[in-house]
């Protein structure tokens, strides 16, 4: 998943001490649970606003990871939400489905196809035996990859394919359909370079669709979706010299769908999932480049812009937190027990599951369509059984492997319940035991899998959850 609340502070933090102590100090006030209105306040763009459990299963054969496989660091990190000031989004508050056993079997069809399961995960490091886990452990139908173009294109006209080689060869052998993810422009492609490694667009846009269109050359047939970049109202994923810009993204998408449907129409194009945050910020230096985009409304943004014309799915982010996923944000739900306390002492819809994906899909019916979401991650993190937890992400230490195993499940049968969720990506499978830096990595507590590359509770019942098209 993208990286979570406190993640996207720190990462705030470290970029801005170089700058500015004196906003280092604000966005630290942030984790100390001060309003966000006494410190900077929330940045109301000009004419812009927001869009009005499983039971055990007995424990099944499972492969094991080959003796030192390993791979490299991921960089697909998890969803970053920012500690945000309360809202007033009246949110549909549906029926939760309270285990796998009582999941209802006659759900009606979907206007746009089955509902696909699919789960996020490190293909590309030892692809047959991660497709075989997916395919013939988990019973999932989809997959996701994330696709960086920067770190395999070191010079124009050169691209690395292998690797991407192999995930695709081996997906298609198994009968598992595809969703690759591309993100990053490679140096040569762009002109803008601050003090911090970032991901950023080219500066010419058509590069970014002329290489998606290879990526479908390359592989037609064998990739069934793909996400056009990741979080881009963040400037960690949208690091340019104007910020963050939303009309700038969406005439992306647009040359990206493009160059896709004129290859293959039959790819489901996703628009980038966004970062649930409630907080606009701007640079210290310049106070007309927006670093983070509340994600509401950089997601009217995008309406406005068009953005509905260019995309098949909607794609959305949400990590959680230390909450169950049926629990709207202003419920009053309160875990007394909890160490992170961001939900309950400062409710807002981003740290809610329900109430992020309520107000994306209020937001289209607003707009005239009925586009679906596609939830390219999901998932919720927790330390338990690890010896150690990641700086900034806290909330892991609330969530017990139990809570991990019955909200995942849950999750998956409410987005099919709630029937305007077309596909669904779990985070994630394997980054645990893949990226190298054990307990410390802030994708491993999201995994399913554990730092040797063992099955947690999660991944033993996950293949036997119905799985209702």
């Not at 309003?35 to 940045?43: E, P, Q, T």
């Not at 490679?186 to 500066?203: G, H, K, V």
């Not at 990741?230 to 700038?248: I, K, P, Y």
């Not at 338990?384 to 492997?401: H, I, Q, R, V």
């Amino acid at each position: 998943m993208q990286s979570p609340l406190w993640q996207t502070v720190r990462d705030l933090f470290s970029r801005l001490t170089g700058r500015s102590l004196l906003a280092a100090g604000l966005i630290w006030a942030v984790l100390m649970g001060v309003a966000l209105s006494c410190m900077f306040g929330v940045i109301q763009l000009p004419g812009q606003g927001i869009g009005s459990v499983a039971t055990e299963t007995p424990e099944q054969d499972v492969l094991l990871p080959p003796e030192g496989g390993t791979a490299p660091e991921p960089d697909d990190p998890a969803s970053e939400t920012v500690d945000p000031p309360p809202d007033t989004v009246t949110l549909p508050t549906p029926t939760p489905l309270p285990n796998a056993s009582d999941v209802v079997h006659d759900l009606p069809p979907l206007p746009w196809g089955d509902f696909g399961y699919g789960i996020a995960a490190h293909v590309i490091s030892m692809p047959d035996y991660t497709v075989v886990q997916i395919k013939d452990h988990l019973n999932l139908e989809w997959v996701k990859q994330q696709v960086r173009w920067d770190h395999f294109s070191l010079e124009p006209g050169q691209m690395d394919w292998s690797g991407y080689d192999a995930v695709v060869y081996f997906a298609a052998q198994h009968d598992l359909k595809l969703m690759m993810s591309v993100v990053g422009a490679p140096d040569w492609s762009r002109s803008y370079f601050d003090d911090t490694p970032e991901t950023a667009p080219p500066d010419d846009l058509g590069l970014f669709a002329a290489f998606v269109g290879e990526l479908v050359d390359r592989y037609k047939g064998d990739v069934h979706a793909i996400e056009v970049w990741n979080e881009q109202n963040l400037d960690r994923e949208w690091d340019t010299e104007q910020g963050v810009n939303a009309q700038r993204y969406v005439e992306m998408l647009r040359l990206t769908y493009q160059a896709i449907k004129s290859r293959d129409p039959d790819i489901i194009v996703i628009s980038g999932a966004l970062s649930p945050t409630g907080v606009v910020a701007t640079d210290p230096q310049s106070a007309n480049r927006y670093t983070v985009i509340d994600d509401a409304i950089y997601f009217q943004q995008m309406i406005d812009a068009g953005f509905l014309n260019y995309a098949d799915c909607v794609g959305v982010h949400h990590n959680g937190y230390n909450l169950p996923p049926d629990v709207a944000w202003d419920e009053g739900y309160d875990n007394p027990d909890a160490g992170f306390r961001g939900p309950f002492d400062a409710p807002h819809r981003s740290f809610s599951f329900k109430s992020t994906l309520w107000t994306y899909h209020e937001m289209v019916q607003e707009a005239g369509r009925n586009t679906p979401l596609c939830v390219t991650e999901f998932g919720w993190a927790t330390s338990e059984g690890f010896d150690g937890t990641p700086p900034g992400f806290e909330f892991a230490d609330d969530n017990t492997l139990e809570d991990q195993k019955e909200w995942a499940i849950e999750a998956f049968q409410l987005m099919r319940e709630w029937g305007f969720v077309h596909l669904a990506f779990l985070w994630n499978l394997d980054y645990s035991y893949k990226g190298g830096l054990g307990a410390t990595d802030p994708n491993a507590p999201y995994s399913i899998l554990d730092l040797q590359g063992a099955p947690r509770p999660a991944f033993k019942v996950l293949g036997d959850m119905p799985k209702i098209p």
